[in-house]
Each structure stands twice: as structure tokens, then as C-alpha cells.
Nanobody
């Protein structure tokens, strides 16, 4: 059974930084990892993704330059470094893994990031 556990969320002031982490267990083979977020009253949106090797990264256009995604395969963990946080970054951040073996997506339960203005 695949499980994803996110951590690192919390309350931060505008302009501050946070690093989220997500550790996967129960998954085999290669897999892409990514982050999505959902603000109150909004739809879930793509934030960033990273390939299995880590050599390819993808970002939501509006977040480029502030957010950085990277992974440590030895730890089955993906990270999201968020700098210069803005009030509008407030959301529940979800980790997603896409299995390279069967193409299935797996989601974590999310971690709340609150940016105070």
C-alpha cells in the first residue's frame, strides 16, 4: 500500500520561508513526484513536479523563482522549498506521486501552510 506523508507546514509571516517534505512508502520502481495546493474556496492547482532522476523540474509559471522542488531518492522524499512567501500562498499543500510502473497517482493528506500578512 502506497502512503505519502507530508510535513513542514505551519504559520509563517509574509516574506518568510518554509520547506515542505513528503516521504513515500510502499511504492516500487520509478516514479515522478510533485506538489499541488488548494486554497480555501479554490480548486486544487499544480505547484511543481520533479522527474525520477531529479534532472527535470516543472513549476507553475507564477511560482518560478520563489519555489524549488528537489528529491532524495535514497529517502523516497521530495521537498518543496518556498521563499518570499506571500499571503496568497496560503493553502493546503498536497504531495502527489505518479508510478512509472502502472501510471497510477497517489496523494498525501496534505499539510497546511498559512502565511500571515
Amino acid at each position: 500500500q502506497v502512503q505519502l506523508v507530508e510535513s513542514g507546514g505551519g504559520l509563517v509571516q509574509t516574506g518568510g520561508s518554509l520547506t515542505l517534505s513528503c516521504t513515500a512508502s510502499g511504492i516500487t520502481g520509478w516514479y515522478a513526484m510533485g506538489w499541488f495546493r488548494q486554497a480555501p474556496g479554490q480548486e486544487r492547482e499544480f505547484v511543481a513536479a520533479v522527474s525520477w532522476s531529479g534532472s527535470s523540474t516543472y513549476y507553475r509559471d507564477s511560482l518560478k523563482g520563489r519555489f524549488t522542488i528537489f528529491r532524495e531518492n535514497a529517502k523516497n522524499t521530495v521537498y518543496l522549498r518556498m521563499n518570499s512567501l506571500k499571503f496568497e500562498d496560503t493553502a493546503v499543500y498536497y504531495c502527489k506521486v505518479r508510478s512509472g510502473l502502472d501510471g497510477l497517482d497517489y496523494w498525501g493528506k496534505g499539510t497546511l501552510v498559512t502565511v500571515s500578512s
